[in-house]
């Protein structure tokens, strides 16, 4: 079969009758022009998925029947990103990384050394960048997104969690080992702004419990540090 369209349609509409509705829609019967009795792929983004066949098309929306449904297993080794508040020019390819990759959630939080402050809650825009990319990879699951004010918020956030690590370009310890990701329990890996951790910060995640962790020679900008981490963790976990 070949590769089917792919929209989204969230865990609390994914219910008989299946309707699409706004941006999702449009795409479908706008820019592909679709037509009844096409097949289409639908996810929730928490891990269902479906095939579904277009029954009807209106003028705002479009109804479907469910011809049937699958169930995508979360990670066994959840990853979560925290990192600092940055630029957001390159938070966009962050967040389609996190998708591609696989990161369970990405936690952003306000640094000494943002660019501005973090929203307290997350923007729409963030949901239709994750949205997208996971269209485009096939993937039924979204990363969950939060904002925290600092890395206090951050460390009682991943108190319950197996593996903590900090991603500190300071810090002369050994580079991080992959299995040190992986974890049944979840792991949170903190990454610093544009411009890095200020050395209270790394010493507040430090007497928290997080391990200090090198990520190479280079100093990297913060997409790129957590592009590594995530293909490392994505390495390791599969080796499992």
Request: proline fraction near 6%; glycine fraction near 10%; aromatic fraction near 8%.
């Amino acid at each position: 079969m070949p590769r089917l369209n792919s929209f989204h349609l969230a865990p609390a509409l994914w219910r008989e009758p299946f309707v699409l509705d706004g941006e999702e829609a449009r795409h479908l019967t706008r820019v592909l022009r679709a037509r009844v009795g096409d097949t289409v792929r639908l996810f929730d983004g928490c891990g269902r998925w479906g095939i579904f066949r277009i029954e009807r098309i209106g003028k705002r929306d479009a109804g479907l029947v469910l011809v049937e449904e699958h169930a995508a297993p979360a990670s066994a080794f959840p990853l979560t990103l925290a990192v600092g508040w940055s630029k957001g020019l390159r938070r966009g390819f962050l967040l389609e990384k996190a998708v591609e990759l696989g990161a369970a959630a990405v936690w952003f939080w306000q640094a000494a050394r943002s660019q501005g402050e973090v929203p307290e809650d997350g923007k729409e825009g963030w949901e239709r960048q994750l949205i997208a990319a996971a269209k485009q990879c096939g993937t039924a699951w979204l990363p969950e997104i939060r904002t925290f004010a600092g890395p206090g918020n951050v460390a009682l956030a991943a108190a319950g969690m197996g593996s903590n690590v900090l991603c500190w370009e300071k810090e002369d310890s050994r580079l991080v080992e992959p299995d040190a990701l992986v974890h049944p329990r979840g792991c949170v890996a903190v990454l610093g702004p544009e411009g890095g951790l200020e050395d209270p910060e790394a010493r507040a995640f430090v007497e928290h419990g997080f391990t200090p962790v090198g990520l190479g020679p280079s100093i990297l900008r913060f997409e790129t540090a957590a592009t590594f981490v995530m293909s490392l963790h994505l390495w390791a976990a599969n080796r499992r």
